[in-house]
């Protein structure tokens, strides 16, 4: 019987603020990882244990997630949730958590998944990415 972790991770632009709870302990642990390539890594590194399914929880930030969540879902032993940044403002109003803070907002996410349904989120289309990549790279131009 597999055990299953909740993770909750506030994306910035800069970096990854992560909120990790193992079954059976009594404290979460929290790290920061680089929101990067490298730092994307250390996240899919740090996150599986054997005999563990773990549950992270994104909120929708568009650019700034979408490669972690991607690398995420790839992630054996990992199941990602992306959600409505909504319903997780309001989630938190009902934690009665009146502050913001990047720390904050991890323990919030983690809670999100521990507590609500967990609907499964699977990356985009490989036409979608294709796309994506190529409007990053301004490769778009329009003739008026």
């Known amino acids: 019987m597999l055990k299953v972790d909740t993770c909750g991770i506030d994306v910035g632009s800069k970096e990854f603020v992560l909120t990790l709870h193992r079954e059976g302990k009594s404290e979460p642990v929290r790290r920061t990882f680089s929101n990067g390539e490298s730092g994307r890594r250390a996240v899919c590194r740090f996150l599986p244990k054997p005999g563990h399914v773990v549950r992270v929880c994104l909120e929708s930030t568009g650019n700034y997630g979408l490669d972690l969540a991607v690398d995420l879902d790839a992630t054996d032993g990992v199941e990602v949730m992306v959600a409505n940044p909504r319903a997780v403002r309001r989630f938190a109003q009902a934690l009665m958590t009146r502050n913001k803070t990047d720390r904050i907002d991890g323990d919030v ?28 790279r301004g490769g778009i131009r329009f003739l008026v």
């Open 109 to 136: 996410l983690e809670q999100f998944a521990a507590r609500m349904p967990f609907t499964a989120w699977h990356k985009p289309s490989q036409t979608a990415m294709e796309l994506r990549g190529i409007s990053r």
